[in-house]
């Protein structure tokens, strides 16, 4: 595996490969009569790009466009603002991944709740979540259950676990998203013009080719599932070039070292036996169907959505922030008057600045000049 992965880096592959995209590009142009536009679904892939410089190595052949793969990012508000509804109950111990902390919502972040005084805490797993509750049966300890399929199985696995430890302390306020509607609404979108996916090598690690293949049966999109390696990036790339160039559509699995046609059976398995599809409020993109998770009828008792109901007033996100617009590819973080001013690391306002996976905090470390 490690020699596999030093191919992988390695430049002497990267640098004909990348000659080679940019001559399909201008092939491609050619053909579109512009550049073609592609989205990176995944925000380990923005991240990947924009310390790869291969943004800037193919500005004006390519348009790549960031997308809603940041699990942060597309929380919508609301439910940011009740996971610090929760943080001030009495009694409510909040776990959390250490992303989510420094979130703005409405009214502050969980950070400063937690320096107000709440209960609230950093785990590595939502194992980590069982065990503190195992161990505080006098607190009630919700997990703040955010992120995409990638995480959500270990979730499922943390309420069978507690269920099957009885512990009565312990729920999840469940926040998870399904990629693929997602996609089918950014292709919906009259305002959004694209040409392919770049599709994420870990959630699709769990998903499966074939659960994906829609986009080019239903749509005519092609779509590349890559790795996070330049020369993973270069090589999907260069196949979605092809793939226009020739006016073709097939969703290709261009990580075959992780991903199969099947995805992880029994990582689907557990959660599709805890988890059932529901609509779901994504920033930037609406309420989409089918595109969120909640507990199964027979798993209802660890919501902690239906265990503590908290009224949240209406949500109020800072109203220069662009966030939303970046999910759907619609600007880059350049095009936001806030980003690198009144909105950096020390001091964000919005999502896409806090979050290792945002495109804003990617850009603001990467691809500044100055």
């Known amino acids: 595996m490690q020699e596999a992965l030093r191919r992988f880096r390695d430049p002497d592959l990267a640098r004909p490969l990348l000659e080679r995209v940019r001559h399909l590009a201008g092939r491609a142009a050619e053909r579109l009569g512009r550049p073609p536009a592609f989205m990176e679904v995944c925000g380990t892939h923005t991240v990947a790009i924009s310390r790869a410089g291969l943004r800037a190595a193919l500005r004006g052949l390519v348009d790549l466009k960031s997308g809603p793969g940041c699990p942060v990012c597309v929380t919508d508000p609301a439910e940011i603002d009740a996971m610090i509804a929760l943080a001030r109950l009495p009694g409510v111990t909040v776990t959390t991944f250490g992303d989510m902390m420094r979130v703005p919502g409405s009214r502050g972040s969980l950070e400063e709740e937690r320096a107000r005084g709440a209960d609230v805490r950093v785990v590595y797993s939502p194992a980590d979540a069982v065990e503190l509750a195992a161990a505080c049966p006098e607190r009630q300890v919700v997990f703040l259950g955010v992120g995409?399929?990638?995480?959500?199985?270990?979730?499922?696995?943390?309420?069978?676990?507690?269920?099957?430890?009885?512990?009565?302390?312990?729920?999840?306020?469940?926040?998870?998203?399904?990629?693929?509607?997602?996609?089918?609404?950014?292709?919906?979108?009259?305002?959004?013009?694209?040409?392919g996916f770049l599709l994420p090598g870990h959630a699709t690690t769990i998903l499966g080719r074939r659960r994906l293949a829609f986009l080019a049966e239903r749509y005519g999109v092609p779509a590349v599932i890559a790795g996070f390696?330049?020369?993973?990036?270069l090589g999907a790339l260069h196949e979605l070039l092809a793939?226009?160039?020739?006016?073709?559509?097939?969703?290709?699995?261009?990580?075959?070292?992780?991903?199969?046609?099947?995805?992880?059976?029994?990582?689907?398995?557990v959660m599709e036996a805890v988890f059932e599809p529901v609509a779901a409020a994504w920033r930037g993109l609406g309420t989409i169907p089918d595109s969120g998770l909640a507990f199964?009828?027979?798993?209802?008792?660890?919501?902690?959505?239906?265990?503590?109901?908290?009224?949240?007033?209406?949500?109020?996100?800072?109203?220069?922030?662009?966030?939303g617009d970046l999910m759907k590819g619609k600007a880059a973080p350049f095009d936001c008057r806030l980003f690198a001013r009144a909105c950096r690391p020390e001091r964000p306002l919005g999502p896409c600045m806090v979050s290792s996976e945002g495109a804003c905090a990617a850009y603001y470390k990467y691809e500044r000049a100055c």
């Not at 009885?166 to 979108?189: C, G, I, M, Q, W």
């Not at 009828?297 to 949500?315: G, T």
């Open 148 to 195: 995409f399929e990638t995480t959500a199985p270990a979730v499922a696995l943390s309420a069978l676990e507690a269920a099957r430890r009885r512990l009565a302390n312990f729920s999840v306020l469940t926040a998870h998203k399904l990629y693929p509607p997602a996609l089918e609404a950014l292709l919906a979108d009259p305002e959004v013009e694209l040409d």
């Open 229 to 233: 390696e330049p020369v993973d990036i």
């Open 243 to 269: 793939q226009v160039v020739a006016g073709e559509a097939r969703v290709v699995n261009a990580y075959p070292r992780l991903v199969r046609e099947e995805g992880n059976p029994r990582a689907l398995a």
């Open 296 to 323: 199964r009828p027979a798993w209802r008792e660890l919501d902690a959505a239906a265990r503590f109901r908290v009224e949240v007033p209406p949500s109020r996100p800072h109203p220069g922030c662009r966030c």
